[in-house]
């Protein structure tokens, strides 16, 4: 039995309704653009969206060496459950953010993923 499953894939950029667009013209599906700060691309079919974040000072990474610049939004159906879990497995708790029912870990590793519901 898995804990989350994937809700969205987001990435972060200087202009997220441009990269928004980009990937809409790759892959299909439709594209939201909430504001200057985020957009939503949600696939045709099944599978998780991508979600664009902007990021001030964005620097693009280079291949290979800089962190790629990415982290995995997982949904999960009861958050004080799937936080118990993956504290357990070894994941930090960096920020609660109760204001988007989001909350940010970082993997054993360091990588940043949300737990949300």
């Known amino acids: ?47 998780p969206a991508l979600g664009f974040q902007a990021v001030p000072g964005y620097a ?15 949904h999960v159906e009861d958050p004080e459950a799937a936080e118990k879990e993956v504290l357990a497995l070894g994941a930090t708790l960096l920020e609660n953010r109760p204001e988007n029912r989001w909350r940010v870990y970082a993997d054993p590793a360091g990588h940043p993923f949300c737990l949300g519901f």
């Not at 969205?8 to 441009?18: E, G, K, L, N, R």
């Not at 290979?64 to 990415?70: E, N």
């Open 1 to 47: 039995m898995s804990i989350a499953t994937v809700h969205m894939i987001t990435v972060d950029c200087s202009d997220p309704a441009a990269l928004g667009r980009f990937y809409q013209a790759v892959l299909g599906g439709e594209l939201k653009v909430e504001d200057d700060e985020w957009a939503v691309l949600r696939p045709v079919g099944a599978g």
């Open 60 to 74: 693009p990474p280079s291949w290979p060496g800089v962190p790629a610049q990415t982290h995995l939004d997982l």
